[in-house]
C-alpha cells in the first residue's frame, strides 16, 4: 500500500497513473501487515515452512483504487491508463512485468488471512490510519 503513494504511480501529482486494465484485480498489503505475517512465520515455522503464501489485505482495480484515494484525499485522483508502448519504449523488462499482471490472476484468500491476521488492513483502513501524513487531515475527518 506504501508504494502505491509514491512518485512511480503519479498520485503526489494528483493522478493514479499505471499501465494495469481497468479490470485487473491488484492485491494490496500495509507494510505493518507483512511484519505480522513474517512474525507468524518465526513464531510458528512448522506452519509456514516450506509453503507459500499469498497475502494482501485488499484487491482492487485500478479504478476502485482511484475511487478509493480520492476519498481520503478528498480531492479527485483519476485513473489514467499508460499505454503498454509507452511503458516498453522506457523499459522493456517493465513493459513484460505489466503485461504478466494484466494477464494473470493472483488469487488470495483475504478472510483466511484474517483469520490468522484479524487486524488485516484493508485499503480504507490504511489510509484512515495514514490520513494526517499522507494527505493533512485526520482520521476523524475521513469519510469512506
Known amino acids: ?54 497475502i494482501a489485505g485488499d484487491v482492487l482495480t485500478p479504478p476502485q483504487l482511484a475511487a478509493t484515494l480520492s476519498r481520503a484525499a478528498r480531492r479527485a485522483i483519476p485513473y489514467v491508463q499508460i499505454p503498454i508502448e509507452t511503458i516498453r519504449q522506457q523499459n522493456a523488462e517493465l513493459a513484460l512485468v505489466y503485461e504478466f499482471v494484466n494477464e494473470s490472476s ?25 490520513s494526517t501524513a499522507l494527505f493533512g487531515h485526520t482520521q476523524d475527518d475521513f469519510s469512506a
Open 1 to 54: 500500500m506504501e508504494d502505491i503513494l509514491g512518485p512511480r504511480f503519479g498520485v503526489p501529482h494528483g493522478t493514479l497513473a499505471t499501465a494495469i486494465k481497468p479490470e485487473t484485480p491488484m492485491p494490496f498489503i500495509a507494510v505493518d501487515d507483512i511484519g505480522v505475517f513474517v512474525a507468524l512465520a518465526f513464531d510458528n515455522p512448522d506452519a509456514y515452512l516450506g509453503k507459500t503464501i499469498e
Open 106 to 130: 493472483l488469487l488470495v484468500d483475504i478472510p483466511a488471512l484474517r483469520q490468522q491476521h484479524p487486524d488485516l488492513m484493508d485499503c480504507d483502513l490504511w489510509l484512515k490510519k495514514h
